[in-house]
């Protein structure tokens, strides 16, 4: 459906001091969007009927998107910001689908910012746990129920996942989203290659989720050509 990056401003780390180590801002710095890309992106992106957004932290970062002249398809809130409602209310004056993640929050402070957010039916909130990675069992998958009753917009699942098969058991509760970081290969360095798919799981995870109904189709129990050949 879509596909999204981080956009920083040039500035961004410079006047960030709470980055943590020294290790995790020089590994951002080395891994951040160039501004010169973005014109491509775009493009190319909608030449392959993707839609494309971009993660922001920060209200004068969004406000400089689009100054700069840059156009996105959507929005996307990462979980460290979902307390922001001066940056989600920003990007709601965009007229765009907005997306917010909700890792590292209690129930009780989620449904609060979820209120206060004022979502429509075309904004996504992400179920989404703030671990790199998620070990397994430590889902809480079933607050997605609850999630779906807190809003009247669309459902979505931020993975974090070193097992990407997790993101299919979220089809039970009929999202509408997931979101999975995506590498070029997981022998690669970097702080997400451990919740990262690669092409190859990309493409098997695609398969599946697109057939999902199929699989499940509620057809009468009938031999098909190829038992009736076997």
């Not at 070193?162 to 509408?176: A, F, N, P």
Request: with cysteine; net charge negative; charged share 30%.
């Amino acid at each position: 459906w879509g596909v999204k990056f981080q956009y920083r401003s040039d500035n961004f780390f410079a006047d960030n001091h709470e980055m943590g180590s020294t290790l995790i801002k020089s590994e951002l710095e080395r891994s951040n969007l160039k501004h010169s890309w973005i014109d491509e992106l775009v493009k190319i992106s909608h030449e392959n009927g993707l839609n494309i957004g971009f993660s922001f932290f920060r209200n004068s970062d969004l406000e400089e998107f689009y100054k700069k002249g840059y156009e996105a398809d959507f929005i996307k809130i990462p979980s460290a910001e979902f307390r922001n409602i001066r940056l989600i209310e920003l990007a709601k004056s965009k007229n765009v689908p907005v997306m917010v993640s909700y890792g590292g929050g209690s129930e009780d402070e989620i449904e609060k910012f979820i209120k206060l957010s004022r979502f429509d039916k075309d904004d996504c909130v992400f179920h989404c746990i703030a671990n790199y990675p998620v070990a397994l069992g430590n889902q809480q998958l079933s607050f997605i129920e609850k999630l779906k009753a807190m809003t009247d917009a669309k459902i979505g699942y931020s993975s974090h996942d070193q097992e990407w098969e997790v993101v299919l058991l979220t089809l039970k509760y009929d999202i509408d989203f997931i979101e999975r970081h995506i590498c070029i290969s997981k022998q690669d360095l970097g702080l997400d290659i451990s919740t990262s798919s690669d092409l190859n799981d990309f493409k098997r995870m695609n398969q599946i989720v697109t057939q999902y109904n199929d699989i499940f189709k509620p057809t009468q129990r009938t031999p098909n050509q190829g038992e009736i050949l076997n």
